[in-house]
């Protein structure tokens, strides 16, 4: 199946820092790209969906200048958590959804935030 | 928007029984519904979906039914095992646009 490689996996920083996740589709294009946002024993929460060379689309209640997105190629895309506060520790989980397999989504393996 | 629901929330079956998850959705326009299983810790991997043109599809020990009049979905796993151990997740989209997650099953398989 695609692999969808996301890094890191694990990232500790302190209040105030800012934190760059990378989401990289490896064997496909992907034309649009998904961001989670996973709480410990919830469900995935969609934060907002990218596509290659325009702006992403965010859900409701997301700021968008809390999280940057950027979807500069059809393999890479990337979530900027700016100015990270102890709240916004969370799983964060990318999707790619390949031009040639509608709807289906593959996931990255997830990076935990810790904001001390 | 679309609403997933996702019942039950647990799930815990001896080892060799079936499991059984439901979902229902409420966008009539919904024509996707996969089913993905997450370990805890790693990624969701997609284990089984099926499209609205079809009302069953099976793979192995897995099947899911839809039912699109009563808009609900089922994940049926027979012969679980304990590596069949781990939160489920439905969801629903339609065609080009984003999935909704139901909340998910924990399933445990007791030896």
């Known amino acids: 199946g695609a692999v969808v490689s996301q890094h890191p996996s694990r990232v500790i920083c302190k209040s105030g820092t800012s934190v760059k996740i990378e989401c990289r589709s490896l064997d496909f294009q992907a034309t649009t790209m998904f961001w989670y946002r996973q709480f410990p024993k919830k469900s995935l929460m969609l934060m907002a969906t990218s596509n290659e060379g325009s702006k992403a689309t965010y859900e409701q209640g997301v700021e968008k200048d809390k999280f940057l997105i950027n979807h500069a190629s059809l393999t890479l895309s990337t979530l900027t958590v700016t100015s990270a506060h102890p709240e916004d520790s969370s799983f964060y989980i990318c999707?790619?959804?390949?031009?040639?397999?509608?709807?289906?989504?593959?996931f990255g393996a997830g990076t935990r935030l810790s904001v001390l | 928007g679309e609403n997933v629901e996702q019942h039950p929330s647990t799930l815990s079956v001896q080892e060799g029984d079936s499991a059984v998850i439901k979902c229902t959705y409420s966008?009539?326009?919904?024509?996707?519904f996969p089913w993905y299983k997450q370990e805890l810790g790693k990624r969701p991997q997609l284990i089984i979906d099926i499209r609205s043109n079809v009302g069953e599809k099976k793979d192995q020990r897995i099947a899911v039914t839809l039912n699109k009049t009563a808009k609900h979905f089922s994940l049926h796993i027979t012969e679980t095992q304990p590596e069949d151990s781990a939160v489920y997740f439905c969801a629903a989209s339609m065609v080009d646009y984003k999935l909704s997650f139901g909340a998910g099953t924990t399933v445990t398989v007791r030896a």
């Open positions: 966008d009539s326009a919904s024509n996707y």
């Open positions: 999707s790619a959804e390949g031009a040639g397999a509608k709807n289906i989504q593959y």
